[in-house]
């Protein structure tokens, strides 16, 4: 039975499976020094974190020296006020730098892994089936791709370096606070950070869905304006003016509606996260001071509890954005690793081998074939190509002849049937080793946005400068490229559009010849020209075909009169066969097409 294949891209179980689908490009086996850097990264970022805890205390000591009758920490004996600020200020600075040395550790396992990670998606984009490829849309799959690998980006560098942190930080902070203080300061602090998240996160999920709103009407306002001055005159026939005007202005009127819902929730988040974080820093502020009050604490006490609290509250300020970014990333990380884990359609067999071509003869055994299994397009065709031979398939659009090109090329496996190389089942060979034997010069050469010395040497990456030029030069363009300012370096533009139809056309037979496959396809290879260019293109097909096995795919009836053999498609059936002067001689599919496009010729 023909494997189907799915076009979605499910993301992994959750965000836990998605972080878990991360975790080997960060510790990745067997690489010892990715695993060292990870750790002394890890390292720098609990040094900064314990010497960012243990600033206030050098605060707190400085404060104690300047206020009369405080007696100075027994730790900070002998040191002045002068002394301790320096101090101070050297923590900080040491805070910084190794969070600083944390990032340049950690900066070649983060490039590494998005590298990697990236390298690996496209490589299984190309190993995806032709059906997946035809079903999406090529931006759409960039997009995934660069997506994905930003929020993974993003995930890394906020998951380690903010939200991580934070939580060791936290963690330090609520021991010191329960250690040195009292209890009731942790309480506080906890449900003070406890009610902040909560807060965060249950508006920030509220505004993501107005916002959502807002996106669409901001959209459709656009949508309706552009479809309206796109049809300007159509407007003006039916002087639709005032209609159109508010039609838009219905549409900006519910972005508007959006856009305030947008601005006052954004007011009400705000507004509630400082509500609640003054309230902690009020609550535990009023604690410190009845201490100070009973002489239980000191004024440099205060002041560090006050600095605790503003370590803990500058990074929550955060929190809400960082959620909204991480629950992005996370949604496009989704899709990425969906697309990785979208499975070919044709893959290698597990004991599969090099394709051996000694003759070149291709067999189609009783080919049965449908891109869909409701709707069969080949239904039992059987097709010998002789070693040398050239044969043509020929029928009306529809009828099944480039889906023998994509067979034998396997960008599908056939239903049922066999196609065969030299008697050898192209479903028991490598992908790579069939691919290396078969040359195809398609309806529309398609070239890189490089060079012509690129795009020729693209059949043979290893070729000689002077094998390119003969190449060429076989297929008549050599006289053109050597016209040009540059020459062989001279950039065709994307897609080739700097090139005409022809000038494309002989550069894809130029590659195609350096390659040098003894199995040649040429799939209309000529169909998408004007008459006079294919005709001079037709010479260097021919030279071309001397001494491989051809199957060429036509509409144009001319371009395989000289066909050793030529078969007629039909509703996925072979109706007829023979040279092109037995098929004239009988009133068949092939007379009459002949004679058709003959008439169609002389008409125009």
Known sequence: MRRTTTTTTEAPAGAIGIIRRVMPYLWPEGETAVKVRVVAALGMLVLAKVIAVTMPFFYKAAVDALAPETVTPAWALGAGAVALTVIYGAARALNVGFQQLRDVIFATVGQRALRRLAAETF?????????????????????????????????????LFSIGPLVL???LISAILFFVFDVWYLVIVLVTIAGYVWFTFAVTEWRVKIRKVMNDQDTDANQKAIDSLLNFETVKYFGAEAREAARYDGAMQQYEQAALKTSYSLAFLNFGQSLLITSGLVGV?????????????????????????????????FLGTVYREIRQALVDMGEMFGLLEQPPEVSDAPDAEELVVSAGKVQFRNIHFGY????????????????????AVVGPSGSGKSTIGRLLFRF??????????????????????????????PQDTVLFNDTIRYNIAYGRPNASFEEIREAARAARIDTFIETLPDGYETTVGERGLKLSGGEKQRVGIARTLLKDPPILLLDEATSALDTETERSIQTELRAMSQGRSVITIAHRLSTVV??????????????????HDQLLAKPGRYASMWHRQLADEEAA
């Open 123 to 159: 490589t299984h984009m190309h190993r995806l089936s032709m059906r997946y490829h035809i079903s999406r849309k090529t931006g759409g799959l960039s997009r995934i791709i660069e997506r994905g690998v930003k929020g993974v980006d993003f995930l890394l560098r906020f998951l």
């Open 169 to 171: 930080e936290l963690l």
């Open 285 to 317: 502020m009023v604690l410190a001071a009845l201490g100070v009050q009973r002489g239980d604490l000191t004024v440099g006490d205060f002041v560090m509890v006050n600095a605790y609290m503003v370590q803990i509250t500058m990074p929550l300020n």
């Open 372 to 391: 869909d299994a409701a709707r069969p397009i080949l239904k039992g065709v059987s097709l010998t190509v002789g070693a040398g031979q050239t044969i």
């Open 412 to 441: 599908y496996d056939v239903a049922e049937g066999a196609i065969e190389i030299d008697g050898q089942d192209i479903r028991s060979v490598t992908q790579e080793s069939l691919h290396r034997h078969i040359g195809v010069v």
């Open 562 to 579: 000289d066909a050793d053999l030529i078969v007629v498609l039909e509703d996925g059936r072979i109706v007829e066969s023979g040279s």
